[in-house]
């Protein structure tokens, strides 16, 4: 079952944000708008700012903006660096000898799932 994390909802919810906004925008600003906890989302900016998805600004019109275009952040990649891989479990461990089966099953679901998701960029989320 694939499931979108609440980290992986906020880091979403702030990239989106940040792709609409013309100027650099604050954690506190987006958190505010969004009733999130400013602590949480300052510490998932800091995630995607280490795996270069954003940068920031220092000053009174500082904040954040995106380092890259939203056309290029693909939304995989954000979840991948948020929450690391989609789908997890022994069938999808290349020594692990699958008892019921399915393991063709679960990885030809899970490469769909990222194919989906990783054709899907920013970009996509303020179309």
Known sequence: MFRLSQKADYGLILLSNISKSKKP????????????????????????????????????????????KPEQIKILDVLKTLDGELVEGKCFEDDHECMCGGKDIWMDMKEQLEATIGSKTVADLVA
């Open 25 to 68: 925008l604050s954690v506190s600003t987006v958190a505010k708008k969004n009733q999130i906890s400013t602590k949480f989302l300052s510490q998932i900016a800091g995630e995607l700012k280490k795996a270069g998805m954003l940068t920031s600004r220092e000053g009174v019109s500082g904040g954040y903006i995106l380092a890259k």
